[in-house]
Antibody, heavy 123, light 107 residues
Framework: QVQLVQSGAEVKKPGASVKVSCKAS????????IHWMRQAPGQRLEWMGW????????KYSQKFQGRVTISSDTSANTAYMELSGLRFEDTAVYYC????????????????WGQGTLVTASS | DIQMTQSPSSLSASVGDRVTISCRAS??????LNWYQQKPGKAPKLLIY???NFDTGVPSRFSGSGSGTDFTFTISSLQPEDIATYFC?????????FGGGTRVEIK
């Protein structure tokens, strides 16, 4: 079945970087985008950015510009999100998600989500 | 950024009740609005996309309506398994933004 499986929980010190992976299966990886969101405890979801896996183009939220890098490895059907310069307030569950339809359609609604990866920034 | 404001932030209703949640955008987003359900410790689940379209397998008691800046999500007959937080998401413009959520409980 179609699924996204993320890497495990991470604990990092402030100032460090973290890289979360998102392995896709059950569909043609290069036909869909992958978006990354995060949810801090008790907070609303925040969109971080997305990658067009077909051509590698990326777009980031201005809030994370300069600190986040989204990439993909099509040979491994895996997308990655790297966040640098971690701060205490970056502690959150990070999700990858796939839109409901392929790159050629305009609906940006997420019907396939990874299970989430807890990233904790702690000294 | 487009701000998404949901109300109420929480509600308590009885099984079988009709439940309505509001989502207001800070600017016109046409019909580019989705609704999700999230249970504790789980990833969100898409229920409604493009304001009123059901995702596959979503029970018909869930529905969405609206366009422009004002949107409504309705559960026609609340069931025990509907206990969750519901939130909206706009995709008219980047950055994508989400509502703050409505926690639905059983009275």
């Amino acid at each position: 079945q179609v699924q996204l499986v993320q890497s495990g929980a991470e604990v990092k010190k402030p100032g460090a970087s973290v890289k979360v992976s998102c392995k896709a299966s059950g569909y043609t990886f290069t036909s869909y985008a992958i978006h990354w969101m995060r949810q801090a405890p008790g907070q609303r979801l925040e969109w971080m950015g997305w990658i067009n896996v077909g051509n590698g183009n990326t777009k980031y939220s201005q809030k994370f510009q300069g600190r986040v890098t989204i990439s993909s490895d099509t040979s491994a059907n895996t997308a990655y999100m790297e966040l640098s310069g971690l701060r205490f307030e970056d502690t959150a569950v990070y999700y990858c998600a796939r839109p409901i339809c392929s790159l050629s359609c305009h609906y940006i609604a997420f019907d396939i989500w990874g299970q989430g990866t807890l990233v904790t920034a702690s000294s | 950024d487009i701000q998404m404001t949901q109300s109420p932030s929480s509600l308590s209703a009885s099984v079988g009740d009709r439940v309505t949640i509001s989502c207001r955008a800070s600017q016109d987003i046409s019909s580019y609005l989705n609704w999700y359900q999230q249970k504790p410790g789980k990833a969100p689940k898409l229920l409604i996309y493009d304001a009123s379209n059901f995702d596959t397998g979503v029970p018909s008691r869930f529905s969405g309506s609206g366009s422009g800046t004002d949107f409504t999500f309705t559960i026609s007959s609340l069931q025990p398994e509907d206990i969750a937080t519901y939130f909206c998401q706009q995709y008219d413009d980047f950055p994508l933004t989400f509502g703050g959520g409505t926690r639905v409980e059983i009275k």
